[in-house]
């Protein structure tokens, strides 16, 4: 049996194996703030580069500010408005204290509770960069960064409120993840068995059009 990611496989995988449907549960509300000075050689620094840009970002409570920042996979790194020195150090902010951020039109997202393909690191929160989305599902770029620019990976994921999915490129795995997310609208559980497998490409038009029925009123279903 070709290899489906474990994010997949123990979250909705069984489902298309004939078993139980599995969900999901997020455990409890993450709040508070974590925001203090930080130096570089405190973390290992995994991110595109420690140089500044000028942006937005939004903290857990909703509130967007401006600021000029850059990130890792599991910070924000943001400059001290108020000093006047270049080497100052930036203010960390944490993944779980942020709602997301943006560079121009470049939006990026808080994604939870996946398995990376080429590591097996399970990873808790981090940022990826939304590409699109259709009503409660969103499909995102994460990167995976390991030590800065000499090594980085790029997966698609897919993300509802209670499962975030590494998307295979695979066509033939790509239908049967497919097959889990739209498992509720028999018209395109249909589709999908008419074809045997789903390119990378089509998969926007597939998840818009399951994003346009989800939104319908139950009785045009």
Same mark, same amino acid.
């Given at each position: 049996m070709n290899k489906l990611y474990c994010s997949f496989a123990l979250v909705g995988g069984a489902a298309l194996l004939g078993a139980p449907a599995a969900q999901a549960q997020l455990a409890g509300a993450i709040t508070g703030l974590i925001i203090g000075g930080v130096s570089k050689s405190q973390n290992q620094f995994r991110g595109p580069g420690e140089f500044y840009r000028k942006g937005t970002f939004q903290l857990a409570?909703?509130?967007?500010?401006?600021? %000029?920042?850059?990130? =890792?996979?599991?910070?924000?790194?943001? $400059? =001290?408005?108020?000093?006047?020195?270049?080497?100052?150090?930036?203010? #960390?902010c944490a993944v779980d204290s942020l709602r997301g951020f943006a560079f121009g039109t470049d939006t990026f997202c808080i994604v939870h509770r996946f398995t990376v393909p080429k590591t097996g690191e399970c990873v808790r929160s981090s940022f990826a960069r939304r590409l699109y989305r259709a009503g409660a599902i969103q499909v995102v770029a994460y990167t995976d960064y390991l030590t800065g620019l000499r090594s980085a990976r790029t997966y698609s994921l897919l993300c509802r409120p209670d499962t975030t999915i590494v998307l295979p490129t695979n066509p033939?795995?790509? %239908? #049967?993840?497919? $097959?889990?997310?739209? $498992? =509720?609208?028999p018209s395109l559980l249909a589709q999908l068995q008419r074809v045997q497998g789903i390119q990378p490409e089509e998969l926007k038009p597939f998840i818009e059009t399951y994003g346009r029925w989800k939104a319908a009123p139950a009785a045009v279903k």
């Open positions: 409570n909703g509130t967007w500010q401006p600021g %000029r920042f850059y990130y =890792d996979w599991q910070n924000l790194y943001i $400059a =001290d408005p108020q000093s006047k020195s270049k080497k100052a150090p930036p203010q #960390r033939q795995e790509l %239908r #049967r993840v497919l $097959a889990f997310v739209v $498992a =509720d609208s």
